[in-house]
């Protein structure tokens, strides 16, 4: 059975899109079957990992309406080693299409059940916002990554994403659960981004992750040649970090 994670924050520019490039190419490498599903109109994974969204045939929208399974819009992402299922500006039109349909916040649920045994993890990128596609994310999983920076106001953006997920969980999907929060674009020289990290290990325990990514200016080039840091440039810090990450939560998969 697939474990099935959503890579959510609100806020935008926190480095969910290249930790769910990055943690898919790292997961591929260990050997582990992936699919990364793009929930972001922006298409920022989809191009991440070499593939054009303007020319995909089949998308995530495809998908949310119904008008084609995981299966037939899936795409391999060759260089990369995973699945995408794409996204791209359509995308932002399923928003306001997907308010008139029956079980809206579980169509990408229903149509990732059907391909549960083909993936070991499939990893949801989803969009800067607590919106009806974010919804679809987190009824489709079973855990969320909450990617942060160790910045002052990071606590607080994390109240309304941990009340979404409360009430995902009481209403709508009982097996999710915070997984976990990354740190990222670590720089231990900047003492507040240790004092915040230390306050979040006071205040979440086990549910920060050991790994740690660190600031890495590769992981931002990586994008513009169409691929995830870890597979661009595999020695680079960043990088290591990840496929490092991706170790941790295959270790801790059991638990998931
Ligand atoms: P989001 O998907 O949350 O909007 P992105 O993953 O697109 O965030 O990251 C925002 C910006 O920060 C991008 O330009 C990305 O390349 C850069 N970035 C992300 N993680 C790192 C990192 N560890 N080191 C350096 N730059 C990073
Ligand atoms: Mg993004």
Same mark, same amino acid.
């Given at each position: 059975m697939a474990k099935t994670l959503c890579i959510a924050n609100q806020k =935008? =520019?926190?480095g969910k899109t290249t930790t769910t490039v990055n943690l898919a190419a790292g997961l591929a490498k260990l050997g582990q079957r992936v699919l990364l599903v793009d929930l972001d109109p922006q298409g920022n994974a989809t191009m991440g990992s070499g593939i054009?969204? +303007?020319?995909?045939?089949?998308?995530? !929208?495809d998908v949310l309406l119904e008008s084609a399974t995981v299966?037939?819009?899936a795409v391999k992402a060759d260089k990369c080693g995973y699945? &995408?299922?794409?996204?791209? +500006?359509?995308?932002? =039109?399923a928003e306001v299409e997907l308010v008139q349909l029956a079980h809206r916040d579980r169509r990408l649920r229903a149509a990732l059940?059907?391909?549960?045994?083909? !993936?070991?993890? &499939? @990893?949801?990128d989803c969009p800067p916002s607590l919106s009806m596609l974010t919804l679809n994310g987190l009824c489709s999983a $079973? =855990?969320?990554?909450?990617?942060?920076q160790c910045e002052y106001f990071a606590l607080e953006g994390l109240t309304? @994403?941990?009340?979404?997920?409360?009430?995902? $969980?009481a209403n709508l999907n009982k097996?999710?659960?915070i997984t976990g929060l990354l740190r990222v674009m670590f720089d231990p020289r900047i003492t507040l981004q240790t004092q915040v990290s230390d306050q979040l290990k006071a205040h979440f325990g086990n549910k920060v992750f050991d790994t740690v990514i660190p600031r890495n200016v590769r992981l931002a080039e990586a994008p513009s040649y169409g691929l995830p840091g870890v597979v661009f440039d595999p020695s680079a810090k960043g990088s290591q970090a990840y496929v490092e990450f991706a170790r941790e939560l295959v270790r801790r998969a059991p638990t998931l």
């Open positions: =935008g =520019g926190v054009d969204k +303007r020319e995909v045939e089949l998308s995530v !929208y299966k037939e819009a699945d &995408v299922l794409s996204a791209n +500006r359509e995308l932002a =039109g059940a059907l391909v549960d045994a083909d !993936y070991d993890f &499939v @990893l949801i $079973h =855990g969320v990554i909450v990617p942060m309304d @994403l941990v009340n979404t997920i409360k009430q995902v $969980h097996e999710l659960k």
